[in-house]
């Protein structure tokens, strides 16, 4: 995968799949994850700091994990909301389908993983809001292209919906911050962890 990255729509490397058992928020999982997908063998240190200090999500509600990789954060939401609408989108294939396998394999019946062209637009098309926004947001794409993922997906959050971002300090977390401050979103620093910041988005 020399010039290829986990945000590469189809991956050419095989998909080498395996099993691993994580505890996801207090959760054992049993997941598999595959080469090609972000953080394939371990639950990365961003991720694992917004497991650790975002609260608890509503009981209902329509969700998203942005980015979902194997989908850590799509498990959380939909263990800690059983009741909510959990949607997962990524541009990786590979992802999306992971994602969809370990959901159905921990029993949630109420989580969709979609790739993200076509679930932005389904959701433009209905209206739909999102009540809540979960994101490791892939800072490494560059400015522009996270400026234009933020506004689109951000651009959907209900009046009185939130967005939590982990984002590594030394990749512009702050920067991002201020951006988002200058496009008229809240951008709350909510936590500090192990070199990332937890941002709160809201209008």
Not at 110 to 123: G, I, K, P
Request: glycine letters at 8%; a negative charge; one cysteine or more.
């Amino acid at each position: 995968m020399s010039e290829q990255h986990y945000f590469t729509a189809s991956p050419d490397a095989p998909a080498e799949e395996r099993r691993h058992h994580f505890v996801i928020r207090g959760t054992e999982h049993d997941v598999t994850t595959a080469s090609g997908v972000f953080s394939a063998d371990r639950l990365d240190l961003g991720t694992r700091v917004l497991l650790r200090q975002a609260p608890e999500p509503p009981q209902t509600g329509t969700f998203l994990d942005l980015g979902c990789g194997w989908g850590p954060l799509t498990l959380a939401l939909a263990d800690a909301a059983p009741q909510a609408t959990v949607l997962a989108t990524d541009v990786n294939e590979r992802a999306v389908e992971l994602t969809g396998r370990n959901a159905v394999e921990a029993g949630h019946t109420r989580v969709r993983a979609v790739l993200a062209d076509a679930l932005l637009e389904e959701l433009r098309g209905s209206g739909t809001q999102l009540d809540l926004i979960w994101s490791n947001p892939p800072m490494r794409i560059g400015k522009p292209a996270l400026h234009a993922l933020l506004t689109d997906w951000l651009g959907l959050l209900a009046d009185d919906g939130e967005a939590w971002l982990v984002v590594q300090k030394n990749l512009g977390a702050d920067s991002l911050a201020k951006w988002l401050g200058a496009q008229g979103w809240s951008a709350e620093r909510e936590a500090s962890s192990k070199g990332y910041r937890l941002l709160r988005v809201t209008h």
